[in-house]
């Protein structure tokens, strides 16, 4: 027997009946950082279990057959909320509607997270780097905030990269509350160190990642050591293009793509939102 979702008083929409199978949540928060990105929590399923840095499918109760995009949890597996950082695609068959939604809507999701940024996909290491560009930072978010990342690994570097520097703001607020937040900081301590580029704006204008890693610019910044396949680790998620770069660039340096049935020394993530 279907349910329905609540219909909103601001939305002239029709409900539709909450399809078999999957989770109705309802949206608790959202928080609009530029015309093109937004964060948003909703309530968590009791029965509903994830490893940090996976992804789930969800929806919109708009239609008879909803639109399901992957996206990656950025809260971490122990929060009470589940936490997601979107783009705002004007035609986007999901995210036209879903970039409007607001406190009290509903929000479908499937029953099963999945996904390659994740601990058990990698071997044991000393530094783990986490690579992103836009809303690739979202299971990054999830990562760092876990305990398990720092028992794991005794250094955490996060970067992103994006256009303009209105949208790292998400990414500073994040780790500024790592830092900062009293239970989480007694596990972070001085570990996570993170690195801020804009493409468009600023010292970084015009340099991508992996320009910031071929000319030792990442590193001569942090004052950390070049990468090292022997004792570092790394996970990779942004765009297309990034991830294809990245990717031969940590494997000229000899490191070698893991899973989750073979842990290898990166991974990355390929699930996308439209």
Not at 13 to 34: L, N
Not at 176 to 184: A, F, G, H, V
Request: with cysteine.
């Amino acid at each position: 027997m279907s349910s329905l979702a609540r219909q909103p008083e601001h939305s002239p929409e029709p409900t539709f009946p909450i399809p078999a199978g999957v989770f109705a949540e309802t949206v608790t928060m959202v928080t609009h950082y530029t015309d093109s990105l937004f964060a948003f929590r909703i309530t968590r399923p009791q029965s509903f279990r994830f490893r940090s840095g996976e992804f789930v499918m969800i929806g919109l109760p708009n239609a008879e057959k909803p639109v399901y995009r992957a996206y990656s949890i950025a809260s971490p597996a122990w929060d009470e909320e589940l936490e997601f950082f979107s783009i705002k695609v004007p035609n986007g068959p999901l995210t036209e509607h879903l970039q409007k939604i607001k406190v009290g809507d509903t929000v479908l999701m499937r029953k099963k997270a999945t996904g390659t940024l994740v601990h058990d996909a990698l071997k044991p290491g000393k530094r783990l780097f986490l690579f992103s560009t836009g809303t690739g930072i979202a299971p990054f978010a999830s990562v760092i905030r876990d305990p398990e990342t720092y028992e794991k690994f005794d250094q955490v570097i996060l970067t992103q990269t994006c256009r303009g520097d209105a949208e790292l703001a998400y990414g500073r607020e994040l780790v500024e509350t790592c830092r900062t937040d009293e239970l989480m900081s007694e596990f972070i301590g001085d570990k996570l160190i993170f690195h801020a580029s804009a493409t468009r704006e600023g010292e970084t204008r015009g340099h991508r990642i992996t320009t910031l890693i071929e000319n030792g610019r990442l590193f001569q910044d942090l004052g950390i050591a070049p990468l090292d396949p022997e004792t570092d680790r790394a996970m990779i998620c942004g765009s297309m293009a990034m991830l294809k770069d990245t990717e031969a660039l940590l494997e000229a340096r000899g490191f070698e793509e893991g899973a989750n049935n073979k842990p290898g020394t990166f991974v990355v993530e390929r699930a996308f939102v439209d």
